[in-house]
C-alpha cells in the first residue's frame, strides 16, 4: 500500500474520531442540561418515583405515615444530586439516541439511513415504556412484598416490632437500579433489528433461540427484580413477548431484503 493510501486511511480515522468526540460532547451537553431540568423540578421527581413506595406502604403499615430517612447533614443533597443525574439521562435520551444513530448512519446503506426518525422514536419509546411499567406495575408488587416483612414478631416468651427505616440515598440506588435494568431489556426489539439489518440473526436463528431465551428471561428476572416470584414474572413475561416482537421485527426484514434481492438479480 502506497504511503499516499497511508495517509488517507489515517485521516479518515481521526475523521472518525473528531465526529466521534463532537457527537459525544453533543450527548454530554444535553446530559447537562437535563441535569439542570432534574435539579430545578428534584421535588417532583422525588414524589413521582416515590408514589409506588408510599402506595405500597399504606397498604403493609396502615396508620403511619410513609418516610425517607437521611443519615448525614448532606446526604440529603447529594440524594437529590443523584435523582437530578437520572432525571438528566432520561431528559437527554432522544439526543444521545440520535447522536449514537449519526454516528453509525455513515456507514449504512442509503435505504438503511431512511430509519434514523424510528429508530430515535423507538428507542425512546421503548426504554420509557420500560421504566414506566416497572413503575407502574413492578415496583408496587415489590415494594409490597418487602414491607411485608415489617411488623410484630411473636416468640414463646417475647415479642419484638421490626419497623422498616429506608434512607433516602439507599432508595433512589435501588428505585434507578430497577428503572434502568426495566428500560434497557425493553430495548431488545431495537437490537434485534441492528442484528437483522447487519446480516447477523434472522427470525429462524431467534425461533430456534426461543427455548433457550425463555430460560436467560427468568435467570435475568431473578437477577434483577427482588426475590418474590411475582415480580420476576412481571419482569419475564414482557421480555418473552418483546422476543416475539422481535422475531417479526427480523422476518420483516429478512423478506424485505430478499426481495431487494430478486429485484436486482
Partial sequence: MSASANEELQMTFWEHLEELRGRILKALLAFGLGGGAGWFFREDVLIWITTPFVQAWAEAIPGQPAALHFPAPASLFIAYL???????????????????????????????????????????????????????????????????????????????????????????????????????????????????????????????????????????????TPPDVMSQLLLAIPLCLLYVLSIGIAWLIGRKRAQSASITS
Fill in 82 to 224: 443523584r435523582l437530578s443525574v437520572i432525571a438528566g439521562f432520561v431528559f437527554s435520551l432522544p439526543v444521545i439516541f440520535y447522536q449514537l444513530w449519526a454516528f453509525i448512519a455513515p456507514g449504512l446503506y442509503a435505504r438503511e439511513r431512511r430509519y434514523a426518525l424510528p429508530f430515535v422514536l423507538s428507542s425512546m419509546g421503548l426504554f420509557l415504556a420500560g421504566g414506566y411499567f416497572g413503575w407502574r406495575v413492578a415496583f408496587p408488587v415489590a415494594f409490597k412484598y418487602l414491607l411485608d416483612f415489617s411488623g410484630a414478631v411473636q416468640g414463646r416468651s417475647v415479642s419484638i416490632k421490626v419497623e422498616p427505616t429506608v434512607m433516602i440515598g439507599d432508595y433512589i440506588d435501588f428505585v434507578s437500579r430497577m428503572l434502568l435494568a426495566f428500560g434497557t431489556v425493553f430495548e431488545l426489539p431495537v437490537l434485534v433489528f441492528f442484528l437483522a439489518i447487519a446480516g447477523i440473526v434472522n427470525h429462524t436463528h431467534l425461533i430456534k433461540f426461543a427455548r433457550y431465551f425463555v430460560v436467560l428471561a427468568f435467570f435475568i428476572s431473578a437477577i434483577i
